[in-house]
């Protein structure tokens, strides 16, 4: 079965750009969820989707947005970039049943905003 | 509010000895899920084990198991027989079964085998 797979792997951006981060979860899974890495503030959950649909959300501004496809992949979009975007932004994907214990993580998209 | 305290910030430990890493947890939620992971620099995150928090026994997967100790909310990693290849960020998490796939994670613990 393959794993969770995040495009691109590495971006470098300037300031007040926008980007878009792509994710595909293992097949099966149904929930996407998105979490920004910084050495500063470490793994910070930004949102869930399940199901086309935003289920959870963290505490970020609005900025930060995402989507889920009809397949379960997942984008999140960042608009307006700040130099404090620089992270590394990794998604994870888990069964549709919210008691499973399966929460697999990508290999990252390490985005860097000069 | 749902919190994980990863108190040690690095450990050394020697190549073919146990290692414990320490996770506290705080929730008010009697359901709930425990969750570490490996993170080599390459940034990816691995998935070690998991433990209930209506299971009765520790989990155990391979070298690893969880020292789950539910009236001290703690959840300590056990490595044994330490690999130079366990050199990594080790982040303990929670999920709080009401909110989907969120999860809330430690400060992380660095680990260091040496030979």
């Known amino acids: 079965k393959a794993g969770v797979t995040q495009t691109p792997r590495y971006l470098i951006k300037t300031r007040g750009q926008q980007v878009t981060l792509s994710c595909s979860p293992i097949?099966?899974?149904?929930?996407v969820s998105w979490y920004q890495q910084t050495p500063g503030q470490g793994l910070q959950f930004l949102f869930e989707?399940?199901?086309?649909?935003?289920?959870n959300k963290g505490n970020f501004p609005g900025r930060f947005s995402g989507r889920q496809f009809s397949n379960s992949r997942s984008e999140m979009n960042v608009s307006t970039l700040e130099l404090g975007d620089s992270a590394l932004y990794l998604c994870?994907?888990?069964?549709?049943?919210?008691?499973?214990?399966?929460?697999?993580f990508g290999p990252g998209t390490r985005l860097t905003v000069l | 509010a749902q919190k994980i305290t990863q108190t040690q910030p690095g450990m050394f430990v020697r190549e073919k000895e146990a290692v414990t890493l320490d996770c506290t947890y705080d929730?008010?939620?009697?359901?709930?899920?425990l969750f570490w992971y490996k993170q080599p620099s390459s940034g990816e995150m691995i998935f070690l084990i998991y433990?209930?928090?209506?299971?009765?026994q520790n989990a155990t997967e391979g070298r690893y198991s969880l020292n789950f100790q539910k009236a001290r909310k703690s959840a300590n990693l056990v490595i044994s027989a330490s690999q130079l290849g366990d050199s990594a960020m080790y982040f303990c998490?929670?999920?709080?079964?009401?909110?989907?796939?969120?999860?809330?994670f430690g400060q992380g613990t660095e680990l260091s085998v040496k030979p």
């Open positions: 994870a994907s888990s069964p549709w049943d919210r008691g499973q214990n399966e929460q697999f």
């Open positions: 097949s099966g899974h149904r929930s």
């Open positions: 989707y399940f199901s086309e649909t935003q289920r």
């Open positions: 929730t008010s939620d009697p359901s709930y899920g």
């Open positions: 433990q209930g928090s209506y299971d009765q």
């Open positions: 998490a929670m999920r709080d079964t009401l909110e989907g796939g969120k999860l809330i």
